[in-house]
């Protein structure tokens, strides 16, 4: 069973920033994709970043130009860079493996951002 831990999250004003990390147990190389995901309360979740296995990234709209998704294959994490955030960055943020083998992936536990105003 793959597990990935993710850790950074916390309070942060209005214009800051913040860096989130997620650890898998197993070669991130392994995987199609790594990716991060949010979901504010009463929200679905939604793609923020992704990085496939080739190392092509890609960004949603809302935070293309704030946010940098960047990986460490000799550690099996990625990460998540985020600046400039607005209280609209508010949300549980969550690191997801893309694999054919397994429909949706798999997924941490989550962190969660909360910014301050």
């Known amino acids: 069973q793959v597990q990935l831990v993710e850790s950074g999250g916390g309070l942060v004003q209005t214009g800051g920033s913040l860096t989130l990390s997620c650890v898998a147990s197993?070669?991130?190389?392994?995987?199609?994709?790594m990716a991060w995901y949010r979901q504010a309360p009463g929200k679905q979740r939604d793609l923020v970043a992704r990085i496939d296995d080739r190392g092509q990234r890609s960004y949603s709209d809302r935070v293309k130009d704030r946010f940098t998704i960047s990986r460490n294959v000799f550690n099996e994490s990625i990460f998540l860079q985020m600046r400039d955030l607005s209280s609209e960055d508010t949300a549980k943020y969550y690191c997801q493996a893309e694999t054919r083998s397994l429909t949706g992936g798999y997924w941490g536990q989550g962190t969660q951002v909360t910014v301050t105003s």
């Open positions: 197993e070669s991130i190389l392994k995987f199609d994709a």
